[in-house]
């Protein structure tokens, strides 16, 4: 039997949510397991004392709810219903997802292969005690759910919001563009300098093995990126999708991972170059952001 291009659409969108939800099933199953006392996966006496403190319970549950709030959304934006809803109540969630899962989908592939190239015996966990296979499974999970959740929101977008698509994003008044690329392009930059200078140069804590500080760098990549590409006028004029893509990408990495790198750091040390950085880069990536949908919003959202 032949399926209609509507038909072929709803097969996708309900497999890539099965997916989406399948992937979240190992992260959840720890969080329970790490919020129910046990140790599992946590390889040091150290981890599972770190793991038990107040700010780790706490993160742990706000993370545990995101996860949650990650398949909700990818839900939403599989069915009909998600076109009759206000705008923000999807673009909110689904931009800060992008912002929060967009470096490990990019970087954490690209990062396991430098390791793997360049022969290092660094693990790959994030310094907190976890085993490298927990750190791949939760984080692995992570990739896939952040390509489901693409693919969902790029699917809903193309189809609400064609005019945008078709044009590409537009610059902001030149003003906000000034005002906004020091902070933008400097965090930018400073991110692979943190990755080959490590705490020494006020980066982020945790980050030691090779795939960790790729991340870091691919991370520096996409702020820049988001910055620039809505000024590339004739990269928008040629494709306009793809420019769309990039700047939504890159303003959200822009203005979380700052934040999300502070809320991470390990043990809570947090230097304050790296809290300047994130505190700045946040507010400067808001701004842009907002400037940009402002500009790209012939019709109202």
């Known amino acids: 039997m032949i399926m209609n291009s509507t038909s072929r659409s709803r097969v996708l969108r309900t497999t890539v949510v099965i997916v989406a939800v399948v992937s979240c099933l190992p992260y959840l199953i720890f969080k329970l397991a790490w919020l129910s006392g046990s140790t599992i996966g946590i390889t040091s006496a150290e ?14 549950y706000l993370t545990l709810v995101m996860d949650l709030l990650a398949i909700v959304l990818a839900v939403v934006l599989a069915r009909p219903v998600s076109h009759r809803l206000p705008a923000w109540l999807l673009l909110v969630p689904a931009w800060g997802a992008t912002g929060l899962l967009a470096p490990i989908v990019l970087g954490l592939p690209a990062g396991l292969l430098v390791q793997l190239v360049t022969g290092t015996d660094a693990p790959v966990g994030s310094g907190d005690g976890l085993g490298g296979g927990v750190f791949a499974i939760i984080y692995g ?57 490590g705490t020494e140069a006020g980066g982020p804590t945790g980050f030691e093995s090779p795939a960790q500080r790729t991340v870091l760098v691919i991370t520096g990549l996409l702020v820049m990126i988001g ?75």
């Open 227 to 301: 910055y620039v590409t809505p000024l590339a006028r004739g990269f928008v004029a040629r494709h306009p999708g793809w420019a769309v893509g990039a700047t939504w990408t890159g303003c959200g990495v822009a203005t979380l991972s700052g934040p999300t790198f502070v809320a991470l750091s390990h043990d809570g040390v947090v230097r304050v170059p790296l809290l300047i950085a994130a505190v700045v880069s946040a507010a400067a990536g808001l701004a842009y952001s907002i400037a940009l949908l402002r500009a790209a919003r012939p019709a109202p959202l």
């Open 141 to 197: 999970g992570f990739g896939v759910l952040g390509c489901c959740l693409a693919v969902l929101v790029l699917l809903h977008a193309m189809d609400r919001w064609r005019h945008i698509f078709a044009a590409g994003p537009r610059p902001t008044r030149p003003a906000i563009s000034a005002i906004c690329a020091v902070p933008l392009l400097g965090y930018g930059l400073a991110l692979p300098v943190w990755a080959v200078a």
């Open 47 to 60: 981890g599972a004392a770190t793991m038990n403190d107040a700010r780790h319970v706490i993160g742990n």
